[in-house]
């Protein structure tokens, strides 16, 4: 790695993606994402999480989608409603709370 290459990672303003998780012995496909403070509230972990919804769908990757959220992170929340999920179950075993928000693909 360069440094130009840590110069333009200084500028990314967050991360997003699909990973495999597993919640109650069952893998499921999650998309999860984070954006610098100072880059939210513009739409972009939105356009992100969407476009990640339709590359799991358009490649046929799972039949549902989850985005497992810290109870408390209502911004993640609004994300994940806005890319078509519903609360689907609290995972109250961990600490802290987290919720699981998920939908059909």
Known sequence: MSTNDLD?????LGDCGLTWQMLNATAELEVGFH??????YFG?????AIA????????ALASRLVSIIHRDNRPSQRVAQKTGMSLDRSLTHSSP?????????
């Open 97 to 105: 709370v987290h919720d699981v928000y998920s939908m059909d693909l």
């Open 44 to 48: 972009f972990a939105t356009e992100a």
């Open 52 to 59: 990640c919804r339709e590359y799991a769908r358009s490649h």
């Open 8 to 12: 333009e990672m200084a500028n990314l």
């Open 35 to 40: 954006v610098k403070t100072s880059a939210q």
